[in-house]
């Protein structure tokens, strides 16, 4: 969650704050901060996936991940004493370091900022108790699994156990193909958003006949095609939107902070962004180019739960399928 929606802070605010933030680029397994060393600034994920920890008697516990709009280190902004856990980018990441004083001057003087933090702190406290509980889990497993370690064969069975579980964890909430989020992580942030009751628009779409695309230029192309449009979208995003893949070809977007009146306007420069971007053997597709149809529900006009508005937007989408692709369906006039 982001320290604000825009529209409650001037610009002018936002850029003088931003100003005076470095910017830094990690790549997979970096570390952004950690555990116990003096904390002197506050961080915000502009782009990728963290993965924050905590050490207790020697060994790592994964806490939880966080990834684009995400704020880290705002316990520490108003507490002495050194971080209480420790951030490593999961994928590449590109984040903003901003001075302690800077960041706390800020808050004073906009508090819908500082109630946006807490909100977002209330919420990662909560992910943070519902993962602590499945490790306490997973550990009782290992502590059988420990038992049975009785000749050097069995070991090294239970250490490649070990890694891949270790592996799974980390690609619980991040799709391994494109990068962004999953289905499972889409799922926790819908419900989220529609806990906070605010206006947000979700929007369905794939990519038109994509298996003719992987027909025409194999797999491999096909998924390179996936993560090409998938940093395309996200370059266009701001922090605070949220991009997954549902599964296959198909890709939902989490719109904040919009009414029904700009959500079509948004989708259909992103609509039109991908269809101008050259993608290779474009030109061998059906439509002559790479294009995407997308389906928009919005809350809460469309529905007030998760499921009702993915099976809104869903719905919509194969309408801009049937009325011949490459088109948005949804918005103030929508009708099915």
Known sequence: MPLASPNLIPRRAWREVLSKARIHRFLPGDTLFEQDVAAESLWMVRRGTVEIYKAFFG????????????????????????????????????????????????????????????????????????????????????????????????????????????????????????????????????????????????????????????????????????????????????ANDVLARYGGEEFCLILRDVGPEVAPVVLERLRSNITEYAFPFEEKQPLGDFTVSMGLAMYPGDGRSPEALIKSADERLYEAKRQGRNRLIGGPSARL
């Not at 280190?73 to 370091?97: D, M, P, Q």
């Not at 943070?128 to 009785?150: P, Y």
């Not at 906070?196 to 695309?213: C, I, N, W």
């Open 59 to 238: 060994e790592k516990h994964r806490l939880l991940y966080v990834s684009r709009g995400s704020v880290l280190g705002e316990t520490e902004l108003f507490l002495k004493g050194g971080r209480t856990a420790t951030a490593r980018a999961a994928t590449e990441v590109v984040a903003y370091e901003l001075p302690a004083a800077v960041a706390r001057e800020f808050l004073v003087r906009f508090p819908a900022a500082a109630l946006s933090l807490l909100q977002a702190t209330t919420h990662r406290s909560r992910d943070i108790s519902e993962g602590l509980v499945e490790q306490l889990v997973q550990k009782n497993l290992e502590l059988q699994m420990h038992h049975a370690r009785l000749d050097p064969q069995i070991r090294r069975r239970v250490k490649d156990l070990e890694q891949t579980n270790e592996h799974l964890q980390q690609l619980a909430w991040v799709d391994a193909l494109t990068g962004c989020h999953n289905r499972r992580s889409l799922e926790k942030v819908l419900q989220m958003a529609c806990e906070a009751d605010e206006p947000f628009a979700v929007a369905m779409f794939d990519v038109d006949h994509f298996k003719h695309y992987n027909d025409s230029n194999g797999h491999p192309e096909g998924d390179r095609a996936l993560q090409t449009l998938a940093r395309l979208l996200q370059r266009r995003l701001r």
